[in-house]
């Protein structure tokens, strides 16, 4: 098992440019959550997926669109980059509510 | 909102000595997660604890949850160079929050 994979593991983006981050899981989860990391800031979640079909605000989902594109997949999307979300992005999943999370490898944003 | 605060924010010992990181949260928990990330890595899962005053312990890792589920620690004993990384406390809700980490470093 690949575990959570995440595309791309890097990224440079010009302020207004749009890209979707790609995660994917082949644990057969239900959950599945996207997460910024900012340095000491801890991880803050941005939106997340209870179930295949729904999807729901975190934290700080302003300036980002999720789609949960079937029980693997859930993509991030941000359609007008800007340079406060330069960050790390990491993809987690959970087999049901509130089990431990299985983290993606991470991508690398910057926005300049 | 639910937060959970952790402290000390950093932390630098020498090999050997010991080390704790202590969260708090502002409501009562239904569980806390621990979790662990390398420098350059991603979160990796340690431990979940679920009862009142509940203790594990990982060789040389000791959780701890409060009394009154509002708190929880960690502690190493005898740190090593391998235990250098970031520690965070997490309370699974319906959206998970994460403290803001303890960073530790270790010296030789």
């Known amino acids: 098992n690949a575990g959570v994979t995440q595309t791309p593991k890097f990224q440079v983006l010009k302020t207004g440019q749009s890209m979707t981050l790609q995660c994917a899981q082949d644990?057969?989860?239900?959950?599945m959550y996207w997460y910024r990391q900012d340095p000491g800031m801890g991880l803050r979640l941005i939106y997340y997926s209870a179930s295949e079909g729904t999807t729901d605000k975190g934290e700080v989902p302003n300036g980002y669109n999720v789609s949960r594109l079937n029980k693997r997949e859930f993509s991030l999307r941000l359609e007008s980059a800007a340079p406060s979300q330069t960050s790390v992005y990491f993809c987690?999943?959970?087999?049901?509510?509130?089990?431990?999370?299985?983290f993606g490898p991470g991508t690398r944003l910057t926005v300049t | 909102g639910q937060q959970v605060m952790q402290i000390p924010q950093y932390q630098h010992v020498q090999e050997g000595e010991d080390f704790t990181t202590y969260c708090n949260s502002s409501?009562?928990?239904?569980?806390i997660q621990w979790y662990k990330q390398r420098p350059g890595g991603h979160p990796v899962f340690l431990i979940q604890?679920?009862?009142?005053?509940e203790v594990k312990k990982q060789k040389r890792l000791t959780f701890q949850f409060g009394e009154a589920k509002k708190n929880s620690s960690l502690h190493i004993t005898a740190t090593q160079t391998t235990d250098v990384g970031t520690y965070f406390c997490?309370?699974?809700?319906?959206?998970?929050?994460f403290g803001a980490g303890t960073r530790l470093t270790v010296k030789p």
């Open positions: 987690a999943s959970i087999l049901g509510e509130q089990g431990r999370q299985y």
């Open positions: 604890l679920v009862k009142s005053g």
């Open positions: 997490a309370a699974p809700t319906y959206d998970m929050r």
């Open positions: 644990m057969n989860h239900n959950s």
């Open positions: 409501t009562t928990l239904s569980n």
